[in-house]
């Protein structure tokens, strides 16, 4: 069956720190993958997808950057997290192209920047 | 672009009661509509989902309608109990898009009291 793992579960970061968080699939492979962020009290903010190896999509222009350096795994990246950067971030996988497929989480990371 | 718009924002029902979610969204090129269950600290869950060559679709105690002709649909609880407080979010599929994007509610936080 297919996992997805991320990790670390939680995170404390001072203010310009460099940030990284992995996401590693198993059991599938060429599975779309995306980055989301969640805010206390509201809905999943999609930040990047991925559709294969070094392909990456921005949905939203901030401080962050992804990559697709093998093809299950994802890694979600900051040079200097900024206090905004705090939050619960969530990644998931989808089975290939489509628009009607599910998508399944994993048990995010909580950031908080100091 | 696909807008979901989900309400009540919190929900309170007493155990054994029934616990009704709405969502509307505006187009979508794919019929997939999903349902996530969220527990704090933890990654949302696939709960249940529809694909509207049905107008419902009954898992146990959960219940999804769908109205396309209003691009309505809703999660019905019956029989709710404190286990089933947690955050729950609908979903629906990228207007244009064959990537498996979803757009997500807001959410509601469900609370069962016993």
């Known amino acids: 069956s297919q996992t997805i793992h991320q990790w670390p579960a939680t995170l404390v970061q001072p203010v310009g720190s460099p940030l990284s968080l992995e996401c590693t699939v198993e059991?599938?492979?060429?599975?779309?993958l995306y980055w989301y962020r969640q805010a206390a009290g509201r809905g999943l903010q999609l930040l990047f997808y991925?559709?294969?190896?070094?392909?990456i999509s921005s949905e939203v222009p901030q401080n962050l950057s992804a990559s697709r350096p093998q093809d299950r795994q994802f890694i979600l990246s900051s040079k200097k997290l900024l206090l905004s950067d705090s939050g619960f971030y969530l990644c998931?996988?989808?089975?290939?192209?489509?628009?009607?497929?599910?998508?399944?989480f994993g048990d995010g990371t909580r950031l908080s920047i100091l | 672009q696909q807008q979901v718009k989900q309400s009540p924002q919190s929900l309170i029902v007493q155990k054994g009661g029934i616990s009704i979610i709405n969502c509307a969204y505006e187009n979508t090129a794919f019929d997939y509509f999903p349902w996530y269950q969220q527990f704090p600290g933890k990654g949302p869950a696939l709960l249940i989902a529809?694909?509207?060559?049905?107008s419902e679709k009954k898992e146990g105690r959960f219940t999804i309608s769908f109205n396309k002709s209003a691009k309505q649909f809703s999660l019905h609880i019956m029989d709710s109990q404190p286990g089933d407080s947690a955050t729950y979010f609908c979903?629906?599929?990228?207007?244009?898009?064959?990537?498996?994007?979803?757009?997500f509610g807001r959410g509601t936080q469900l609370t069962v009291w016993p």
């Open positions: 529809i694909r509207p060559d049905v």
């Open positions: 991925s559709v294969g190896i070094g392909q």
């Open positions: 979903a629906a599929p990228d207007r244009g898009s064959t990537l498996g994007r979803l757009y």
């Open positions: 059991g599938t492979s060429n599975p779309n």
């Open positions: 998931a996988w989808s089975g290939g192209a489509g628009g009607n497929q599910p998508q399944h």
